[in-house]
């Protein structure tokens, strides 16, 4: 299985404060990775290494193509979907129109589209016209999954998917995620506090510590390693 998104020795900055200090991962095609690590480890700033909304350095490849100097547009053109932290909708649009938002990049109608992603949220169509600020904080993350998925992206880059949200709303999004995975070949890189689920969810997992890898490898693996289930997973 090939690589579709490869980070080698990565930095980034704030200013002149450096987040990241060398991080390297590779996700490969198909696959759900995730990226775990105590506030300020450097889980934000790596997603946003990748979707070029910070100041990075370093080897970043997309699909087998050096990512550059590209940013925020043109790495969505090369199909990958960035959805932050916060959920980012837009609050005064209305449901069908940050779904539209979702497919700018792409050209012809979104019908075929919307249609598919109602398998996945049906309760799509009956609130499409209102406003986004008005759904609850689950509504709204996953409006954020949805409106990502109408880019056709090829890599989801999801930024702590479970924040704020109540168990069972936080194990519906996983599943939804889980199912856009198997059934649509998407490949996800989640950041996610919840450890427990998130490495249930991946295939791979790294663990970051101030801005740089600590530990690496398949999840089934790192749920038996000492430092992890004594930081992470609590046993």
Known sequence: MAA???LEDVTARYGPVQALHGVSLAVDEGQIAAVLGA???GKTTTLRAISGTVRRDGQLRFAGKRLGRAGPDGVARLGIAHVPEGRGTFAELTVW???RLGGYTRRGPL???FARIQTYFPWL???RNQQAGTLSGGEQQMLALARAF???SRLM???EPSLGLAPLLVTEIFRIVKELNENE???VLVVEQNAHIALQLAQTAYVLEVGRVALAGPSAELQQHESVRRSYLGY
């Open 39 to 41: 506030n300020g480890a």
């Open 97 to 99: 129109d940050n779904l």
């Open 150 to 152: 109408m880019q056709r």
């Open 125 to 127: 169509e009956e609130r």
């Open 157 to 159: 880059l999801l930024d």
């Open 4 to 6: 579709l998104l490869e």
């Open 111 to 113: 019908k075929d589209d």
């Open 185 to 187: 070949g998407l490949t």
